[in-house]
């Protein structure tokens, strides 16, 4: 359980997130939703341990986040930014290789289990056909595609993505959060993740965590979720909800 309490953060004298109390349960499916400026990458980041807020607390099963050392947090939590860093003269498989740095080391004895591990986590999100190029040569959704598998090789229990899908065409928008979604069920991998589509963020998550300039606005289901004047409200804009023949949930469109 990863928990937030009393958290403050401020830059330029401003203060951009401000949280009583969130507890991100293991196992579910979140989505994060907010408009741009809402706060949701400092919430990402304060997740991952990448900042520290000006005020309160974060735990991760009940132990202060600092108390842990950089693997054994990087155990528990995997963590995809927005910005992907470059990785010159690493290959995909190399890529993904990293993913096993927090239990191997850098010196540490392979065992079968980590190269089976690592071949998995490329044949899951279809980067096996890339594995002997640079990873820095990739299009931007294989690129996407590739960093991801390094997550699943890191075999944390939660991972955290800062819009995975925004360098993603459709088709694999799709296919990443249905692998998610696959892994969250079949294995129960926690995931949290920062989307930006309405419809795609309810067809996907079990929990929607919705910010508004640096507050919680939302948190619940995507049933309580859709509902026109909550989303026109989060979004200030008019937000209507079309039912669509088939689908138990209806569809959020700008009226």
Not at 205 to 226: E, N, T, V
Request: proline letters at 5%.
């Amino acid at each position: 359980m990863l928990s937030l309490h009393q958290i403050e953060v401020c830059r330029e004298q401003r203060r951009i997130l401000e949280l009583d109390q969130l507890v991100i349960n293991p196992g579910e499916f979140t989505v994060i939703l907010g408009h741009n400026g809402s706060g949701k990458s400092t919430l990402m980041n304060l997740l991952a341990r990448q900042i520290e807020p000006d005020a309160g607390h974060l735990q991760l099963h009940q132990q202060p986040l600092t108390t842990y050392s950089q693997r054994a947090f990087a155990q528990q939590i995997a963590f995809l930014p927005q910005r992907l860093p470059e990785v010159p003269g690493l290959t995909v498989r190399e890529l993904v290789r990293l993913g096993r740095y927090p239990w191997r080391g850098l010196l540490g004895l392979w065992q079968p289990q980590d190269h089976a591990i690592v071949e998995q986590a490329m044949a899951q999100t279809g980067t096996a056909q890339y594995a002997e190029h640079l990873a820095d040569s990739l299009s931007g959704g294989e690129r996407q595609r590739a960093w991801i598998a390094m997550l699943l090789a890191q075999a944390a229990p939660l991972i955290l993505l800062d819009e995975p899908t925004s360098a993603l065409d459709l088709a694999h928008q799709y296919q990443v959060l249905n692998l998610l979604r696959e892994l969250n069920r079949q294995q129960g991998l926690g995931v949290v993740a920062i989307l930006h589509d309405i419809n795609l963020t309810c067809r996907y998550a079990q929990r929607i965590i919705a910010l508004k300039q640096g507050r919680l606005f939302f948190d619940g289901s995507p049933q309580q979720l859709l509902d026109a004047n909550l989303l026109s409200e989060l979004y200030e804009i008019d937000i209507q909800l079309l039912n669509q023949p088939g689908q138990a949930l209806p569809v959020a469109v700008v009226s």
